[in-house]
């Protein structure tokens, strides 16, 4: 894998939800501390995830913005079920919805639990400015902004965000 480069927005309606090819339900949880992370005293972030019958380690670097490392490898079901339950501190749960726009696919995450009524959409591309395709949902890039990385979102869930937080400002 090595470098991922993603930008991340708000969405402006849910005329989204007619596009939807597929989706899965995903639970994830972090082995290294968001502490860690967020106070600078980590490199990365490793992350534990399970969809269905798959589960994932993911080591993707602290750094903030569009373009970060990244590494995931394919662990026993039972193992990410294990380190879920015994290794995290909490989990964000949510399902990820994917559709199809041009020669991009947006992946389209709702939150449940104490992030409940958060939702974005998440595009992968290959180079930080590469052009591709806005359908009208999509809303203000919030890429910069770390309280949307789904790491923030244990420690600070959307339900204790202020009003202005949850509209998108700075």
Known sequence: MGTEIERKFLLTSDAWRAEVSRSRRMVQGY???ASAVTSGTSKSSVRVRVSGDEAWLNIKSS??????QEYEYAVPLADGEAMLAQLCDGVV???RHYVARGDHEFEIDEFFGANDGLVV??????AADEAFERPAWLGRD?????RYYNLNLIGRPF???TA????GSD
């Not at 959409?121 to 290959?126: G, I, P």
């Not at 919030?142 to 770390?146: A, E, F, N």
């Not at 202005?164 to 509209?167: F, G, K, L, P, Y």
Request: aromatic residues 4%; negative net charge.
């Open 31 to 33: 082995l290294i501390a």
């Open 63 to 68: 750094t903030l913005g569009v373009e970060r």
């Open 121 to 126: 959409a998440e595009v992968e591309l290959d």
């Open 159 to 161: 339900s204790a965000w």
């Open 142 to 146: 919030v890429s910069h902004l770390p």
């Open 93 to 95: 749960e949510k399902i």
């Open 164 to 167: 202005a937080e949850r509209e």
